[in-house]
């Protein structure tokens, strides 16, 4: 049998919990900190029931209340927490707290065609890029591999930064994000060997089941 090594880690990542704002497609992004809903709550406390025993060292959570909001049971059942606003949501710029009609939708679809190809430093306007979420979640990720004694953590974040930070860990190119499928409790887990700085994915968007909610 081989040798454990401290420093390896089990990181479960899940998208927070439901909010009115996603029932009405209204976009949130970073500057909106919407409460999660009825159904939301709902979700918080499945996913609670599922995962309790999982025996998480430490919780991770963005600035934004939605995201302590999906995962409170955990925080009260007295598990160790810490809220990192490297987390918080891509800015969308002038979308943000703006219902998507079929105008803005197309303003925002040629902006996700532009990162696509590959031009990821193009932002909303007022907004914030790939890019620069990049280099925000690579310091959230650094801190929390750098916690030799958080064996399992679990990390509460939002759609688009999501999407982002599994290309970071899977090495897939940026403009490939959208091809991680992300969902309200969308649930995906890697374990990370420190010896060989590498991620392995062990759950691929494990959902939580509708009819439990």
């Known amino acids: 049998m081989g040798t454990k090594i401290k420093e390896d880690k089990l990181i479960y990542i899940i998208r927070h919990a439901q909010t009115d704002y996603n029932n009405k497609n ?57 809220s990192l606003d490297l987390l918080n949501e891509l800015n969308w710029g002038i979308y943000e707290n703006k219902i998507i009609t079929p105008e803005i939708l197309v303003e925002i679809e040629k902006l996700k065609k532009q990162w696509k190809c590959g031009n990821l430093s193009m932002a909303p306007l ?9 280099c925000r979640l690579q310091k959230a990720l650094n801190y929390i591999l750098s ?8 990390i509460c974040t939002h759609k688009r930064v999501f999407r982002i930070l599994l290309c970071m860990i899977t090495n897939l190119p940026l403009s490939k994000m959208n091809s991680f ?8 887990s890697f374990q990370y060997l420190s010896l060989s700085k590498s991620f392995t994915m062990k759950t691929n968007n494990e959902m939580l089941s509708e009819d439990l909610l």
């Open 26 to 82: 209204i976009v949130q992004g970073s500057g909106v900190d919407s409460d999660i809903n009825e159904k939301g709550r709902r979700q918080a406390k499945h996913f609670f029931l599922k995962y309790k025993n999982l025996g998480f060292d430490k919780v991770y959570v963005s600035s934004l209340k939605r995201s302590m909001q999906s995962v409170e049971h955990f925080l009260y059942s007295g598990i160790p927490y810490e």
């Open 126 to 134: 007022y907004g914030e890029s790939p890019e620069q979420v990049v």
């Open 147 to 154: 916690k030799t004694d958080e064996a399992k953590v679990l």
């Open 181 to 188: 499928k992300i969902q309200n409790f969308s649930l995906y």
